[in-house]
């Protein structure tokens, strides 16, 4: 039926025939439409980086049906892109930073419409810095020298941070990092010595963001590092096998006197080009403490030394402690480098111990000791040399003493003798002729007078032999002549 007034006519009859008929109007209004309800859905809010969002009319509302839906961008930055504008869902991209207004058509079939809007606002990234956290290692003891830092639980709203670790400038310089581990989560450390590792983790996000925060490892001492024992052999530790290692430490155990299995092997590494260093300990049993340090190096050196170093596979250089323990007699220091005794003033190593003795090396000497009885041995052997020399020039003298040999002296001769005045100038000493024609001995004289048949008397020789001129002493002058004043006197 369409919009109008509509007339019908009822006619009814009976079995008889008759009838009777009635008339009735119908009256067709215009509908009753009204406009459809837009609804663009609510506000909308968003941060970069994300440039796109959906727009959502589907609770848009009419009596009878909504025919069509349009959006459009009334307000707001170019650029944005509406897909799928005549749904009534759409999406929107290339949202840039602003406030944006879309606006939502609706359109029934008797052509009303209804329209709404929907605000928009797209602000700057809130990026927020990320955080740093570092789960620190335990305590570790040597010999146990790898240890980690683990930063993994770092954090960022984003995600996608970048590690870097760097060492603290009061941390040991040994130690390395493994498998570049610094630019990693988790730090890896190698080859640490005793001391206490700081490491400072930064990390940093994709804005260039970042935040620290630091961790620490702490390396305590070997507790029998003065029990363990240094042997190095001349062999190239690329040279040794592990066969050639169980065979060296079996020997070892025979000289020691211990059982298989109670030399624990430290370390095994190159201690020069040309040699290896073993670093070891002996077990005393399960629960004890290990062997002495010291009296095992003392008694392994000695018996090498007993066997001529030729028992071993290889020949040692050195067997010593690791720690330096010389006592140095309580006058000195251990140089850890030489492994000497570095003597206090005043005191000096007992040379005859060190070179004869047990080798070691100490300070028994005192220096003021030592000079006063090296003093006292110069003066005795000077003494002991110059009583040697005496004895022997007092010897000599007497061998070579000979008789005195005489000469007469003609009438002419004597009455030549004079006595000379004193020279002041120094007299020259006269050398005695050894041989002489004119000189005869007692015997020769006593020979000739006998052959001559000329005898002599006892008081003639006597006056012969007297010396003419008087006698003088030794070292003294000629008599001088009495001036005429100590005459008168």
């Known amino acids: 039926m369409q919009e109008g007034d509509y007339t019908f006519q009822l006619t009814v009859t009976d079995s008889s025939g008759q009838q009777d008929t009635s008339h009735v109007t119908v009256i067709v209004q215009p509908e009753n439409n009204k406009a459809p309800v837009a609804n663009a859905g609510p506000e909308k809010e968003l941060t970069l980086p994300v440039d796109r969002t959906t727009l959502d009319g589907s609770k848009s509302s009419d009596d009878q049906r909504i025919a069509t839906y349009r959006w459009t961008k009334t307000s707001g930055p170019d650029g944005v892109k509406i897909e799928n504008a005549d749904s009534a869902i759409a999406t929107v991209t290339g949202l840039e930073v602003g406030t944006y207004t879309f606006t939502l058509t609706v359109t029934d079939e008797r ?51 970048s590690y870097l670790w760097t060492r603290d400038d009061s941390s040991p310089a040994a130690g390395d990092v493994l498998n570049n581990s610094d630019h990693q989560a988790v730090l890896f450390l190698g080859n640490m010595v005793e001391g206490k590792y700081r490491f ?90 290990p062997l002495s340090g010291r009296s095992v190096a003392l008694g392994l050196r000695n018996k090498l030394r007993k066997q001529k170093n030729d028992f071993l596979i290889y020949k040692a250089r050195r067997v010593d402690t690791v720690i330096c323990q010389l006592n140095c007699s309580g006058h000195g220091d251990c140089d850890p480098f030489s492994r000497r005794c570095i003597c206090h003033p005043f005191w000096m190593e007992n040379f005859i111990r060190a070179q004869l003795g047990d080798a070691e090396s100490n300070c028994e000497w005192s220096v003021l000791y030592v000079t006063i009885a090296s003093f006292m041995i110069v003066v005795a052997t000077a003494t002991l040399v110059w009583a040697v020399f005496c004895c022997c020039s007092r010897r000599k003298s007497r061998v070579r003493r000979s008789k005195s040999r005489y000469k007469i002296l003609e009438a002419e001769e004597r009455d030549s003798l004079e006595l000379q005045p004193p020279r002041t ?65």
């Not at 927020?128 to 960022?156: C, E, F, K, M």
């Not at 029998?224 to 001349?234: A, P, Q, S, T």
């Not at 290692?245 to 080009?273: H, K, M, P, T, Y």
């Open 111 to 161: 052509n009303l419409e209804n329209s709404n809007t929907v605000t928009v606002i797209v602000r700057e990234e809130k990026d927020q810095p990320p955080v740093a956290r570092v789960i620190s290692s335990p305590p570790i003891s040597l010999p146990v020298r790898t240890a980690s830092l683990d930063g993994s639980h770092s954090i960022d709203d984003k995600g996608g941070i």
């Open 200 to 289: 400072r983790l930064t990390v940093t996000d994709s804005k260039g963001q970042s935040n620290s925060d630091s961790g620490t490892v702490e390396v305590k001492a070997d507790p029998w590092e003065r029990d363990l024992v240094e042997l190095v052999l001349e062999v190239p530790v690329s040279q040794v096998s592990q066969r050639q290692r169980d065979l060296l430490l079996r020997q070892v155990e025979v000289l020691l006197g211990v059982l298989d299995g109670d030399i624990i092997v430290r370390e095994i590494n190159a201690f020069n080009e040309h040699s290896t260093r073993l670093v070891f300990l002996v077990s005393a049993g399960p629960g004890r403490p």
């Open 425 to 489: 100038a120094r007299l020259k000493p006269v050398t005695t002729p050894t041989s002489s024609a004119l000189m005869r001995s007692d015997s020769d004289l006593d020979s000739e007078d006998v052959q001559g048949g000329d005898l002599w008397t006892e008081q003639e020789r006597g006056q012969l032999l007297r010396p003419q001129n008087g006698s003088l002493r030794n070292g003294q002058g000629p008599p001088r002549p009495k001036k005429q004043r100590e005459e008168l006197l």
